[in-house]
């Protein structure tokens, strides 16, 4: 039978590429926070039993780092609380869970790229909040994989690319951080090799979607390491090279030339911000690779695909 697929959060970055790759691998019933809000655990129940689905791939977070310094209730409701519920909900019907999180539960003090065994040591409210929803779905002990991630961006959404289109459309000089290394992950990438784990899993049980039975935690991010201020560099080189009238790019810079002429590099100390962030949150994805043969593009190649490919129909 086909598999039936749950997919919350179906309007973020990371949820509305799902909402497209998802269909091949069963029946996907794709909800948007107005359609399921995690912050009711009534409602969470209901929907899940209502629909009854093989597997749950949640997408749905509380995203706004520095925000979840002053909204630490909200946070912690949303990428904390709400896992736990779909968890239990889903562990009463048999369900697996597909759960994202971040390179954000690391401190940053490790000079290579962190492995699923390291240590968490999360520095932010944000951090926080989404270790302790991996905590909760592993303490429920459901089939589940927990993919954690990084620096997501896409051509839609609020993230690092379309804020750099803004602001360079806006000042001649930006001053952007280098001294935070990670990779830049496009949300594109993240559903395909998503996607390219479930099928992966279903062609070794002959195309049942069963879950690793005692859950397993996998980095998956660009491959590559860079920092915000190359980051933006990059940026604006790809955009050097797309016609203005690209309409993901004319929202962005709300139809405003790019006008920027220099990016000045500053410190971490320089940008003070509400949340603490990792100075260095690389992620190993070898886990990924040499358990599932899935390997996501350099952070580079990617970004060139978001230009040239990126728009969401
Ligand atoms: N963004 C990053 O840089 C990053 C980095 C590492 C890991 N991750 C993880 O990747 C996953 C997906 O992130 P993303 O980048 O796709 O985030 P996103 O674009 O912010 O999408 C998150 C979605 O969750 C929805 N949401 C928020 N509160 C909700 C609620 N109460 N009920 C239901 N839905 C709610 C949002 O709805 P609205 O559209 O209505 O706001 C949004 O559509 C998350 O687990 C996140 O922690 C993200």
């Not at 990371?14 to 998802?22: F, N």
């Not at 944000?126 to 002990?141: N, P, R, S, W």
């Not at 962030?277 to 994805?285: C, E, G, H, I, T």
């Amino acid at each position: 039978m086909k598999p039936r697929i749950l997919l919350t959060g179906a309007n973020g970055q990371i949820g509305t590429e799902l909402a497209i790759v998802l269909p091949p691998l069963g029946e996907v019933i794709a909800l948007d926070r107005q359609q399921l809000d995690l912050s009711k655990p009534d409602d969470i129940r209901r929907t899940i039993q209502e629909i009854r689905p093989t597997l749950i791939v949640n997408a749905a977070a509380y995203t706004a780092v520095d925000q979840a310094e002053k909204q630490e209730a909200v946070a912690q409701a949303i990428n904390a609380d709400a896992p736990a519920w779909i968890a239990r909900e889903a562990k009463k019907i048999g369900a697996g869970l597909v759960h994202y999180s971040t390179d954000y539960v690391f401190d940053g003090s490790k000079h290579s790229p962190y492995e699923e065994s390291d240590p968490p040591n999360p520095l932010s409210v944000y951090g926080k909040t989404k270790l302790a929803g991996e905590q909760a779905i592993q303490d429920v002990g459901l089939p589940h994989l927990i993919i954690r991630t990084a620096w997501v961006y896409g051509t839609r959404g609020r993230n690092f690319l379309l804020t750099i289109l803004r602001l360079a459309s806006q000042r001649e000089e930006l001053r952007i951080v280098d001294d935070q290394f990670g990779a830049p992950t496009w949300c594109r990438d993240i559903a395909r090799g998503t996607a390219s784990v479930l099928a992966r899993l279903m062609a070794d049980r002959e195309g049942a979607l069963s879950l690793p039975a005692t859950g397993e935690v996998y980095h998956m991010t660009a491959d590559g390491v860079t920092n915000w201020h190359d980051f933006a560099v990059a940026i604006l080189e790809e955009a050097s090279h797309v016609p203005a009238n690209v309409s993901w790019l004319r929202a962005a810079t709300e139809g405003r030339s790019l006008v920027a002429k220099r990016l000045s590099p500053i410190t971490t100390a320089q940008y003070p911000t509400p949340a603490r962030r990792p100075a260095y949150s690389v992620l190993s994805s070898s886990r990924l690779a040499q358990r599932f043969g899935v390997r996501l593009n350099e952070w580079r190649a990617q970004l060139h695909s978001a230009f040239t490919d990126g728009e969401v129909q």
